[in-house]
């Protein structure tokens, strides 16, 4: 029986510019029981279909026409009262920006018993009874209840917002990226908590989301948006062994595989078409690798291909044989030669000075004769000394919190955040390392250390011969020039005011690059580099004018524009869709490579680290508890919690289950100092000797380390084999 049915639903928004056409002519059914993924690139309609069902539309949002029935209920027809009343009892929600979704200044268990208290009908006695035991089903702690927000953890925030969406036992919960920004062990929790209510309350739940390893791990049924319509629907299984829509397959390989990794990842390039006036034929034609003529003309429709699967495709009949070419990346880049975004030879700017030369007497300072693969950035063999660019010795990080005047009249002592402690590695010229761990782990200070935003505390920091902390003012300039740092949100990485031309120039004139021409010559040969093509047409644009993708690719374009070095990039493709994110991953390790580039990622997704680098170091607490290969830390992990983050990253198939994590929850306090191992109080394997013996880190012969009492040859000592209770 059918909980939500949508028939030919359309959804319009009234902008200054058109009408835009958000979700057309969409029909699905949802079966009550069932865990339907609804998966899509931003902007293909899928929350404003989330927001059409519930009714919360923005002004300029309009329902044009469909029907949207809800237990035989037509939602539409229904008065804005009798809406709202379904609302939480019948239809939950858990929003998008669920972190935010909670007051910050009233306390989680008052919002919980008010919600309970106002829409429930409960008493305060009986309102509190539910909220400790929503609490304990979602796996919080009910002392918790008394806390403020700002005293949760991600997951923790996430949790008491799933325990609200249950508060009143709902027959349908609509969740709209709900582990979007955790870390990976806290969202494989957060789809634990999930998949044990989907059990033991056999709810109905739709799963927005743009992550299809998600999906795979907590659906049992896919619908796939692109540009306001359904185009594939199918079980779940059927679905990811055999996509029946060149979209969806397109999806699946952008998307990095722990278990089968890919030596390129797909890039489904080009934007979904203009709402506003929607093409007469198929919406992804000027996408897709398989196009034909016929596809430009004819609409395809939604129909059944057999097995309860259903297609938008004017080829589905051959779909085992696209399927086949489709393993080919070649194929997907040639779409990009179609629509006219391959590198062109760099016209000649009249009036703009001579090309781009060895600099003039008047032009002293600048750089812009630096060939792409300065002669410094040459790799030598991997033996030579000459050939490590940077070094850190032994650095620790502290900062004081709490005391002064104000913790004083609060009664809180000052306290010592050890944010990183003692570390050390080298990276080589052109060589990746990726930095993995869970937030508070000090991956992002280790960042701001290697380029110098910070002052290490202890230890010394070695870039090219030359200590960082003895830098003088005209060194340290240099020194810029040589080392960038990518922010992790590209919404916010760019002034709002400034043209991209002048946000990208701003670090050649402070620089010294004084010719305009020159500059300008460079920021058009950056753009395109990071395939922002024609790089004219974005000169001018502002940074709300340009897409997610298209802002990241301008902020690696401003990391790069100086020719640095060495780049620090920190989760640099965590906010964006998967198929934009293939082409940011791929753009970014070919520029490394054409540009002798060393590279530092900072991200908790083992699979991205496992594509893009050439090492990868796991910090637990500040300090780094593995280090080696990627394929070697990947494939053979040594130290506990190493194997718990490759547990805990989701696989897109759903016939591989996810183990479930052995170590504990919750990180201890980076306050803290520990005699013995830091994970001791996490760790499954945990001895005696590890609460009070510090484990060395031991290096094998293929520069494979790992911290841990259970790795290197003392492993066998009787002294440690005790387990600890």
Known sequence: M?????????????????????????????????????????????????????QVLPRNGRIAGGKILFKGMDLLQLPAAEMRQLRWREIA?????????????????????????????????????????????????????????????????????????????PSLLIADEPVTALDVIVQHQILEVLRELEQELNLTVMLI???????????????VMYAGRIVEQAAAEPFFSSPAHPYSLGLQQAFPNLARPRDVLVSIEGYPPDLREPPSGCRFAERCPFVQDACHDIDPKLEAIGDGRAAACLRSN?????????????????????????????????????????????NAGERPDQPLAAPNRVIVDDDGADD???????????????????????GDKEQTVYAVNNISFSLKRGESLGLAGE???????????????????????????????????????????RVQLMFQNPFEALNPRFTLYRSLTEPLIIHGWKDENKRLDRVIETL?????????????????????????????????????DFLVADEPVSMLDVSVRAGILNTTRRLARELGLATVYISHDLSLLQ?????????????????????????????????????????PDPTIENPPLRIQEGIPRPTEQFIGCPFAQRCPDAMEACLTVRPPQIIDENEHGAQCHLYGEHRDSPKLKRQLP
């Open 2 to 54: 059918s909980i939500l049915s949508i028939r030919d639903l359309s959804v319009n928004y009234a902008t200054q510019d058109g009408t835009v056409q958000a979700v057309d002519g969409v029909s699905l059914d949802l079966e009550e029981g069932q865990r339907l993924g609804l998966i899509g690139e931003s902007g293909c309609g899928k929350t404003t279909l989330l927001k059409a069902i519930v």
């Open 93 to 169: 929600t858990i929003p998008q920006a669920s972190m935010d979704s909670l007051n910050p200044v009233q306390r989680v268990g008052s919002q919980l018993t008010k919600l309970l208290r106002v829409r429930g009908g409960y008493s305060k006695k009986a309102a509190l009874k539910r909220a400790a035991d929503l609490f304990d089903l979602v796996g919080l702690d009910t002392e918790r209840l008394s806390h403020y927000p700002h005293e949760f953890s991600g997951g923790m925030k996430q949790r008491a917002v799933i325990a609200m969406a249950l508060a009143l036992e």
């Open 209 to 223: 989301t743009h992550d299809i390893s998600v999906v795979a791990q907590v659906c049992d049924s896919v619908s």
């Open 318 to 362: 051959e779909m085992d044989v696209l399927r086949v070419q489709s393993e080919d990346p070649s194929l997907w880049q040639r779409v990009e030669v179609a629509q006219g975004l391959t590198p062109t030879p760099q016209p000649a700017h009249a009036g703009r000075g001579d090309p781009v030369g060895r600099p003039s007497d008047a």
């Open 388 to 410: 490590i660019l940077l070094e850190m010795r032994d650095v620790s990080k502290r900062f004081k919190i709490g005391g002064g005047l104000a913790g004083l009249l609060r």
């Open 439 to 481: 937030s508070g782990c000090g991956k992002s200070t280790t960042g701001k250390l290697l380029v110098k935003l910070i002052d290490a505390s202890d230890g010394e920091i070695i870039f090219d011969g030359a200590d960082l902390a003895g830098m003088d003012d005209d060194s340290l300039l240099a020194f810029r020039s």
């Open 528 to 564: 395109d580099r990071v395939n922002l093509r024609p790089a004219e047409v974005f000169l001018d644009k502002y940074p709300h004018q340009l897409s997610g993708g298209q802002l990241q690719r301008v902020v690696l374009a401003r990391a790069l524009v100086l020719h640095p």
């Open 611 to 651: 594509y893009t680098c050439d090492r990868i170091a796991i910090m637990y607490l500040g300090e780094i508890v593995e280090i080696g290969a990627s394929n070697q830390v990947i494939n053979n992990p040594q130290h506990p919690y190493t194997k718990a983050l490759i547990a805990a990253v989701p696989v």
